[in-house]
């Protein structure tokens, strides 16, 4: 990579556990171009600088949510997130809060894959389906009840952004659950009371305290938030009908 | 052959102070903490009732104490609080409800929110509108 024409100091965070206790911060100069991302700042110190740096990323244009990382203390995409906003100033670079960091910028997504799992993110539909049946059909009504909350790209920014999570990481968290109202609205799908028994319960949407800084960093505009809260309502209707019609699928 | 020790050792960081983190979560303790005093006056208003059921005397006692300088100030501060409140409670109405739409368009949450202010700044008026035709 060509070296560019201003230096900035970046502050990088470090943990390397064969060697370090805890986390410390790191700074590097680098020389920079008006067009480089916080990625690309972390490519020229791995390239050129230390290449014992550790960081993941793919796509570089934000579609495939691997460069999630705190920058300045806020969440953000590195490869979305651009050194000359920061610039003359020096920007901090830390792993993505809320989530045991692996090494250096790397943290550990296991809690994050599992729960992704457990949510059944895939159409369960009433009967199944027949090659010979075509595909299903959708009026365009029926796709915006979901569409919104289908362009999650699982970066875990909102994970880093709620501090429910970071308290307590038995809660589901607002991704997942963005994705599980995600396949519940879709007209398609008929799994919904399979994936509402958790849903409707504390490690589901009621864990939830309506912080909304999830929906503040959402690259992609979901809005997990919404998608969290809008079903509150539904859960305690469901909780107070099951009085009424005790063989109701609540629990 | 031994089995190859691992390495992996994830470093778990300490929630202590997330709170002054970021200036988002400020607020949001700031719109809990208004809850509060919403609760403190609600408390003022119970007491003033239940005052009211012992007889005049005790009902006027009542109002003389809210005329207390530490009462109006506590009133002033209720006001303010009771101002952020309204704003931060509005402001979370639009995440508590499905998108809905009007001539084809989605309804953005800005206008939600702002839709709820005005009702309560209408509801206000109209409650100071009926306690000004009211004779002491």
Not at chain 1, 117 to 138: D, H, V
Not at chain 2, 81 to 94: A, E, L, N
Request: net charge positive; with cysteine; proline share 5%.
């Amino acid at each position: 990579m060509a070296e560019g024409t201003k230096t900035i100091e970046m502050e990088i965070l470090r943990y390397r556990p064969e060697q370090d206790k805890k986390p410390f911060y790191q700074t590097y100069a680098v020389a920079f171009d008006n067009d480089w991302s916080v990625l690309q700042g972390l490519q020229y110190i791995k390239d050129e600088l230390d290449s014992s740096l550790s960081f993941r990323w793919s796509c570089r244009m934000a579609i495939c949510g691997s460069c999630g990382m705190m920058i300045d203390d806020v969440p953000r995409l590195g490869c979305r997130t651009f050194l000359r906003n920061y610039y003359p100033n020096k920007l901090r670079v830390g792993a993505l809060e809320h989530f045991p960091i692996e090494r250096d910028l790397v943290v550990v997504v296991d809690d994050f894959i599992n729960k992704l799992e457990n949510i059944k993110p895939y159409l369960i539909p009433k009967q199944p389906r027949k090659l010979e049946q075509g595909e299903f059909l959708q009026t365009p009504e029926q796709l915006e009840k979901y569409r919104q909350f289908s362009t999650c790209i699982n970066c875990m920014l909102c994970y880093a952004a709620c501090p429910q999570y970071g308290l307590d990481s038995k809660f589901t968290g607002p991704g997942i659950l963005a994705l599980m109202h995600r396949y519940n609205s879709d007209s398609r799908d008929d799994g919904r009371d399979e994936r509402l028994e958790l849903g409707h319960s504390e490690q589901g949407f009621w864990g939830c305290t309506a912080v909304a800084y999830c929906s503040e960093v959402c690259p992609k505009s979901v809005d997990p938030a919404n998608a969290i809260n809008q079903n509150k309502m539904g859960s305690a209707v469901d909780y107070f009908l099951r009085f009424i019609s005790p063989q109701g699928t609540a629990k | 052959m031994s089995a190859p020790m691992d390495k992996r050792r994830p470093y778990t960081r300490s929630m202590a102070g997330w709170w002054k983190r970021d200036p988002y979560f400020i607020r949001y303790l700031a719109m809990e903490a208004t809850s509060v005093l919403v609760a403190v006056y609600a408390l003022i208003l119970l007491i003033g009732l239940f005052r009211l059921s012992q007889g005049e005397l005790a009902y006027n006692g009542w109002l003389g104490a809210l005329k207390s300088p530490l009462s109006i100030g506590l009133h002033v501060l209720i006001l303010l609080v009771f101002i952020y409140h309204t704003w931060s409670w509005f402001k979370v109405m639009p995440k508590t409800l499905p998108a809905f739409y009007l001539g084809g368009a989605k309804v953005r949450q800005s206008v939600i929110t702002w839709a709820g202010v005005v009702v309560a700044l209408v509801l206000n008026l109209l409650v100071l509108f009926i306690l000004a035709g009211v004779k002491p």
